[in-house]
């Protein structure tokens, strides 16, 4: 029995290191909204903002967005072409500009792109 309980030890203990060793902080850009429901406007009104916390600007050309398919595999949703976000400002991403009678939007959009689809009946998993 002393055995076993010092295997599990050592073994939850390597998993312990292994997650800590996994663990990363984010990176400058990181999600900081993300309206997956629509509007009174549309259902697809649906927009991603995107915040630089870092200290540089960063192009975000050819940055892909990813998301959960029905099967759990990762699937690319939107790329974006052109765009770049300076430190602490943010980057919005929606399906709609602003000044479309389709979106809610008050502010403008800096990457109009329809393939921005998010899921309303499972958990939104998202990565750059």
Known sequence: MRVLSVLLWALSASVISLQAVD???????????IMWMGSGASSADEWIELYNRGDRAIDLSGWTITRAASDGSEQAMVTIEEGSVEPGQTFLIANYAADSDRSHLATPV????TAVALPNNQTLVASL
């Open 23 to 33: 663990a990363q902080e984010p990176g400058p850009i990181v999600f900081s909204e």
């Open 110 to 113: 800096h990457y109009v792109s």
